[in-house]
């Protein structure tokens, strides 16, 4: 365990010790039901406002418009199907991209085969750019949400999610955006970047597993996934975990504090192994673009040669990486995201994604 570089931290990240000492209390110290009417009761409710004016001031917002969740995937699924179904009567229509991450495209699914919604897929160029002429073109009478992720998980594009809402709003349609890989390297203002919800995770951000947030903005109309006694402004019932909550706002505290530092960081050594892999490597090729690129993130394809066994020969030295986004990795099939940036099956077989972190070094 030693002597292990760690590498895949678009799939999770260690958690901060300080996350984690702040969680720590909540467990056993500070236990009590949020919603109890007693001192340890009032304890874990303040922990949990505090938790939230604490993720309101960074992202810019009203406390009243974060939902704390049980992560990312929970966040996207309520972002989704509850603006469907709040407004459906305005409409069954929304646009998203063939980039997205599996919870924006199984909803998107799930709401056509069962909900009669109909779904736009965006192209995207061979960078994983959206065709903003294309989104434009898309918008009909009855479009209700465009949901496009900010920097995607598997080749690291930073996505033109300021133009994309700009044209959200100009067509009154909301616009929702998975930011999960972003937190820690871009800018979270919600308000300078125009949208109406966000998803956070705080697993890649050295925050706890089983925990994220979704921003809403005041006045938009969704309905809640989970029915219960109300918590979470009546959009997300069951007793409040305190520990993750905690945990998320300390660890989004924590990464907004070091974003600039580390970003510069992780940059160089980024730009450092793409150089050394790609002399090395003749074969080999870099996805996603060099630029408008999330700082942490390298994929590469070496055509002829199957990235599950590159992954394994690493992990043999020590070296843990994956071939890409972990909540498909058990599929014995090719990336979505490789495909549509218009790589071949061989070459898109033949890929493996390194993602750094804050603990890498150059050694």
Request: proline share 2%; hydrophobic share 35%.
């Amino acid at each position: 365990m030693k002597n292990q570089t760690y590498v895949d931290n678009a799939s999770t990240t260690k958690i901060d010790a300080a996350v984690k000492k702040e969680m720590d209390k909540y467990f056993t110290q500070i236990f009590g039901n949020p919603n109890s009417n007693h001192l340890q009761g009032r304890l874990a409710k303040n922990a949990v406002e505090q938790s939230r004016a604490k993720v309101a001031k960074i992202l810019n917002c009203k406390p009243s418009e974060i939902i704390f969740t049980s992560g990312g995937t929970e966040s996207i699924n309520l972002a989704i199907q509850g603006i469907a179904r709040a407004i459906k009567n305005k409409g069954k229509h929304i646009i998203t991209t063939k980039i997205e991450h599996p919870a924006v495209l199984e909803t998107c699914k799930y709401l056509k085969q069962n909900e009669g919604f109909e779904i736009t897929y965006l192209d995207v160029d061979n960078c994983g750019f959206v065709d903003i002429q294309q989104l434009q073109k898309s918008i009909q009478q009855d479009t209700i949400l465009i949901t496009a992720m900010y920097a995607n998980n598997e080749i690291g594009t930073i996505q033109q999610i300021q133009k994309i809402a700009e044209i959200a709003r100009e067509k009154k349609v909301y616009f929702h955006t998975d930011a999960c890989q972003a937190a820690g390297m871009l800018e979270l203002n919600v308000k300078e970047l125009n949208i109406d919800l966000m998803t956070l995770n705080a697993s890649k951000i050295n925050g706890p597993k089983g925990s994220g947030i979704l921003y809403v903005k005041s006045g938009v109309q969704i309905m809640p996934l989970i029915f219960g006694g109300g918590q979470e402004n009546g959009l997300r019932s069951g007793t409040e975990n305190v520990p993750a909550i905690t945990g998320f706002a300390k660890a989004l505290e924590i990464a907004q504090k070091q974003k600039k530092t580390q970003t510069k960081k992780i940059t160089a050594i980024r730009d450092n192994m793409i150089k050394n892999l790609l002399q090395k490597i003749p074969s080999a090729k870099l996805n996603g673009p060099k630029t408008q690129r999330l700082a942490n993130n390298i994929n590469i394809s070496i055509k002829g040669i199957d990235g599950d066994a590159i992954v394994s020969a690493l992990d043999e030295q020590g070296i843990l990486a994956s071939t890409g986004s972990a909540c498909t990795n058990s599929k014995i099939e090719q990336s979505h995201v490789l495909l549509a940036i218009g790589l071949d099956e061989e070459t898109a077989m033949g890929t493996i994604r390194l993602t750094l972190g804050k603990q890498t070094t150059q050694k």
